[in-house]
């Protein structure tokens, strides 16, 4: 039975449990698994190339981050069913359409994710409009898996980034500038959702489990966005050094 937790415009993510057919996860968990050294290793071939340059991260010769997965793994896009969208619509009051769909992954020994807002790249005018992330489990996951961590309550305020050297990640924020909140780690089983705001500041440990932990990631933006010149300008700014 579908269940929910959290309050998107309070806690800036809600959970959704059971939000996706096992039988579906376990297609698309056992198709990734099964061919993803075959495609790590062509994609290992084509890194440089301008289709995939930017829309790609490995690590220890994995896939670590992949924009457009569905292409290399047919049974991703099973995953992008109607109700979700339309739950994900009435809880952002926003025109929202399909802008990038991600493997997100960290298989055993793989680095963490530095603390950031997804915002911070994409410069939206939050009272205006807000971007989501759909971040579906294929697998179960904890916080010694690397799975997903939140700062609930941390979308209401923009933080500073710096640059990092995590492979994947061009910033992140100083953990002594999250000390006013508390980090969340929920415990996903495979077909729970995570639907997050676009600026809430969520971060995940490095993976020192036996098995790869491995999401879904699908970013819905507004159809006609709204945007803030100094959150841009500072991400210009940043960019620049």
């Known amino acids: ?21 096992k039988k579906i ?4 968990y056992s198709e990734i698994i099964s061919s993803q050294k075959q495609v790590a290793k062509k994609l290992q071939t084509l890194k440089d190339t301008a289709q995939i340059k930017s829309g790609l991260a490995l690590e220890k010769n994995t896939i670590k981050y992949l924009k457009n997965p ?3 793994f047919r049974s991703v896009n099973k995953i992008l069913q109607l109700q979700t969208f339309s739950f994900a619509k009435s809880i952002s009051n926003n025109e929202l359409y399909i802008s990038d769909i991600e ?17 911070f790249y994409f410069g939206l005018k939050l ?30 305020k923009c933080f500073k980034h710096n640059s990092s ?6 910033s992140g924020i100083k953990t002594k500038d999250l000390d006013n909140f508390n980090l969340y780690t929920p415990s996903l089983v495979a077909g729970d959702l995570v639907i997050h705001h676009c600026n809430i500041v969520h971060t995940a440990s490095k993976n020192i489990s036996k098995k790869t932990r491995s999401n879904i ?15 841009q300008k500072q991400y210009i700014k940043f960019r620049s050094k």
């Open 1 to 21: 039975m579908i269940s929910y937790e959290g309050d998107l415009l309070n806690d800036g993510f809600v959970l959704v449990r059971n939000a996706v057919n």
């Open 25 to 28: 996860i376990k297609e698309i």
């Open 70 to 72: 569905g292409v290399w």
């Open 103 to 119: 493997l997100h992954q960290k298989s055993p020994g793989v680095s963490g994710t530095p603390p950031h807002q997804d915002n």
């Open 127 to 156: 009272s205006k409009n807000v971007a989501l992330t759909l971040y579906f489990a294929l697998n179960d996951q904890e916080y010694k898996s690397g799975g997903l961590s939140f700062y609930p309550g941390s979308h209401k």
């Open 165 to 170: 050297n995590v492979i994947g990640f061009s």
């Open 217 to 231: 990631a699908v970013r819905l933006f507004p159809i006609n966005p709204k945007f803030d010149k100094n959150i």
